[in-house]
């Protein structure tokens, strides 16, 4: 009788005994399992005893503090109130609360600097073809970009386009007198005005000044 | 209804479900507060102290209302009730545990509501003493239980803090009578292996 096989049973059928699921003819083999059991009597005493602990724990005597129904009751009739502003509001801050309880801090930090980041941007004033010229990476890149513009603004003030000059003439000044003759068309006064207009950043001015031809 | 011959529903619950159903708070409010202090002892049971407590069953209370709409009474009214009571338990609980709480900052609470428990004893009540050593006794059983999975949390506590029946419970959880058996003993061996060190047979003098 007192196998694991039974006792393992019997104990299942004390847990249900417990709960009121017995069957009268289930509970007659328990009774006489535990007459002869005290491994099982010893459980049974102690799952009565978890039971009991568990009837006691959720009926204990409380006193509600005073206004308590107010409370609640004033609770649900909020929340039975129509939807509206107050509520959308309400539930955006609880979906934000939401976000930072669920240790989603750096990845905010990591989206609101992209927002930042394309804001400023979209602000940014948008870059004219002119200034893209004074990025250039070489003097040869520059020289081209400043005859493509010396083209254009001869457009722009009617005037013909001067002589194209060869890139390799663009030397900075350190070293020496350039092989060519002087480029002169920057000495005109309207190609100045233009010029200015065209590369009106002074740090566009700073970077090519070096670089044209002198 | 079968499930709940066990224990009938208080009288005019029906027609007052059927007019909070209809939009009527005054019928919900009036309804709840037939169960509010079933209710607020069951939640003192889960909650730490009962400020918690009455936080717990209003949020209880204005979840109800919100969802009346799906009580299709399979259950007692304060079956399902207790069992929005310990869904709401259950989620704060998972919400506390994943946020970090400083040690320093436990002792003087847990000190404070052993104060006040002594403080609110009516002069008739226990000792000080005593009423110390059940608190004890009460906050231990209740670690015992968070610390169970939920789904076995949810049957022991609606079978022993509500007394629901097991078709009841399988009603209320959607599975079968075996399953909830089967989780019943469970619990029931976690909690007996648990709490080997408490003597539990001096508590129930306290009711």
Request: glycine share 6%; with cysteine; charged share 25%.
């Amino acid at each position: 009788m007192k196998t694991g096989q039974s006792c393992r049973k019997c104990r299942e059928a004390i847990n249900l005994r417990l709960c009121g699921a017995l069957e009268s003819e289930e509970a007659a083999r328990v009774e006489a399992h535990l007459a002869a059991c005290a491994e099982c009597r010893l459980y049974a005493e102690e799952v009565q005893a978890t039971a009991a602990g568990l009837r006691w724990l959720g009926s204990r005597d409380v006193e509600a503090r005073p206004g308590f129904r107010a409370r609640w009751t004033w609770a649900v009739e909020e929340a039975a109130r129509p939807s509206g502003f107050g509520e959308m509001a309400g539930a955006l801050v609880a979906w934000g609360r939401g976000l930072l309880q669920r240790n989603l801090r750096p990845g905010l930090a990591i989206a609101s600097l992209w927002v930042l980041a394309l804001v400023f941007r979209l602000s940014a004033p948008a870059v004219s073809p002119s200034t893209q010229a004074t990025v250039a990476r070489s003097p040869v890149e520059l020289f081209r970009a400043l005859e493509v513009h010396t083209q254009l603004l001869a457009r722009q003030v009617g005037r013909q386009s001067p002589a194209p000059v060869e890139p390799h003439s663009v030397r900075p000044r350190s070293e020496g007198p350039p092989s060519q003759p002087r480029a002169h068309w920057h000495h005109e006064p309207g190609v100045d005005v233009a010029a200015r207009e065209l590369f009106p950043h002074p740090i566009a001015h700073a970077n090519t000044s070096a670089l044209l031809p002198v | 209804m079968g499930i709940t011959a066990g224990r009938p529903e208080i009288a005019g619950t029906a027609d007052l479900l059927t007019r909070a159903r209809g939009g009527e708070t005054a019928a919900f409010c009036q309804l709840a507060a037939e169960h509010e202090r079933r209710l607020l002892q069951q939640a003192c049971g889960l909650a730490r102290d009962v400020s918690a407590a009455e936080d717990l069953v209003a949020e209880t209370l204005v979840e109800a209302w919100r969802s009346i709409g799906r009580y299709n009474g399979t259950c007692r009214f304060s079956t399902w009730l207790f069992s929005i009571l310990i869904h709401r338990h259950q989620k704060a609980l998972r919400r506390a545990r994943s946020r970090p709480i400083p040690l320093a900052a436990l002792a003087p609470a847990e000190a404070d509501q052993r104060q006040q428990a002594q403080e609110n004893l009516p002069a008739t009540g226990p000792s000080p003493a005593e009423a110390a050593m059940r608190q004890e006794a009460a906050d231990k059983l209740r670690q015992v239980i968070e610390g169970l999975p939920d789904k076995h949390q949810r049957v022991v506590l609606l079978r022993f803090f509500e007394d629901a029946s097991l078709p009841e419970i399988a009603a209320l959880l959607g599975c079968s009578v075996g399953t909830v058996k089967s989780r019943l003993h469970y619990a029931l061996e976690k909690l007996r292996e648990s709490q080997a060190g408490l003597n539990l047979s001096e508590l129930r003098g306290d009711t």
